[in-house]
């Protein structure tokens, strides 16, 4: 998780939301990532899909022995990904600034650990804080 | 649909797998695309994916006022996106070569046509036919 916490640290550098991911395979990164809707004006490009391009394509018996940590819970999107790709686990940051579909991941099987920390629900409020303007653009794309 | 074909075939063209998918507000197209999964070696440029990328960032207002046309069912990681960003109706060209998770997407309240057309049933029966190990491939990424 430190390794995602950093990836969110560099997307804050680069003026961007402070969300990273990571995926690990026999206890291995092989793929990292940051949120770079800001960065790179776009829609797609959320932590846990930019890590998972990152990563390559790999194969599918590659996937299903991954963990992706996040530093916070997976939206609808990025659910979406972890299912279609069969990821086993993730382990998130945090939930509280926003819940993605967890009990939809659930029910199709995948592990799902919230390690709740301080340090990713203060990286994102303090973003939030002060940037109330972007922060509410994004969200008024999604509600 | 027939500009979702065009994209498909315009992916055919380029050596890519041939699914295509506009976006359209007020009977205007304000987004097109077609899976790039070959030609940007992505996991994530999907024909619906690239499609909502291309259209920019949109507000909320605008998602909810779109319908998603897309030669192919779309799967769990578009989906995910259709449901991200609340657009309301998808029309599917068939849903015989791959389909996605339908039920999941009309039980959170989009709503779903399938044209069941001949066309795009025969363009991806074609491609599979001529590239069975590149297709085969891609199948063993998700399943």
Redesign the interface.
Known sequence: MNEAIIEAKKSLKEGGIPIGAVLVENEEIIGRGHNR?LQK????LHGE?DC??N??????ED?KRCILYTTLSP???????I????IPKVVMGENKTLKG?ED?LKENGVELINLDLKECKDIMKEFIKRNPEIWDAEI????
């Open positions: 809707l004006d776009s829609s797609i899909m998972i391009e990563a390559g394509k790999l194969k599918g996937y939206c609808e999107m990025c659910s979406g990904t299912l279609l790709y069969k579909p939809y008024d794309r999604v509600i």
